[in-house]
């Protein structure tokens, strides 16, 4: 393992122009250790004992937050604003998640060659990993690193394929050097990169591995697999957690979720977008918004069609009821998702302090401070 992590490192000279580190030491949201330590960074050790929330979709919400271009998506915002990363980190894990993950999502070779920054790959990829490892230790969550969809992936083309085992070489690499407690493979289309993707992990490293496959309008990969056949593969291949993420809502994700459950003997992961999808419209990319022509709302009109705190408290209850442990929310989750999301499965984050009373409230109040001139308007309000 040592001469392959050197190979790995020998690849990676580039010298670090920007150095971002997550500095500020007063985390507000750091939490006492609620087990011994040596479950505490053991990913299946917490699955054992219940569920485990992990905070996804960081690139939409930087992008709502006005740091991120939607398009590329690619998070410059690791060289550009490294705090406003690291508060987006402590945001989530103040709302409950209990995962840091690594934002190396899209901070591969493929898509900085896309934007031109090819040149920043290296201290991009070890800028995410140094934000989320500080903000993961102080807080007590879990440190993962983070694969995905390479967007080049053509089984039938075999310098795409060796491009591809590069990019997951090489991003496995600096996650290894970093001391991730696990590794996401996540919104992958294809059966065969979902495979080369545990493979380079398996390669380099014997932490806990997680895959997710996301689904597109068609019930099937790209490779032409049904999502439960596809996990059985990954089980098989030796994959700890399978799953799906992103791409679908709550309402078409959780059907498919059922179907990996009874097919597979490992834990399962179902981490669904906030939005409203529907059989016809099953995925947030194919969802058409009436008010404007049916044009398509993804990816920055999709507001009309976000979840309610409530939708996803809902979802939460079922997967975990279906025994679906490993959980979270992908692209365009914002803190009170996942807030909504602890809470459904009898957590209380730190959040948890400011989530909605309405019994003070000035017109729809209960308490008896409330005035009679204004509970009587309620009707009118
Ligand atoms: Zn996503």
Redesign the pocket.
Known sequence: MAAKKAKVKAKSKAKSKAKPQATSRSASTSRPAARGQSSERDLLARLKNGAVICA??YV?ELERRGYLQAGAFVPEVLFDHPEVVEQLHLDFVHAGSDVTQALTYYVHREKLRVIGREKDLVPMNRAALGIAKSVARRTGTLFAGDLCNTNIYDPADKSAIKEVARIFDEQVGWAVEAGVDYFVAE?LGWAGEALMALEAIRRHSKVPVVVTF?MHQEELTRDGLTPAEACQRLEAAGADVVGL???RGPATMLPLLRQIRAAVKCHVAGLP?PYRTVPTQPSFMSLTDPCCGDRRAFPVGLDPFVCTRAEIADFGREAFALGIRYLGV??GAGPHHIRALAESLGRHPPASRYSADMSKHAFFGTDKQIRKIQTDYRDKA
Do not use: L, S
């Open positions: 996804e979709g939409f919104t996301a993420n992103c791409h977008v992908c692209c």
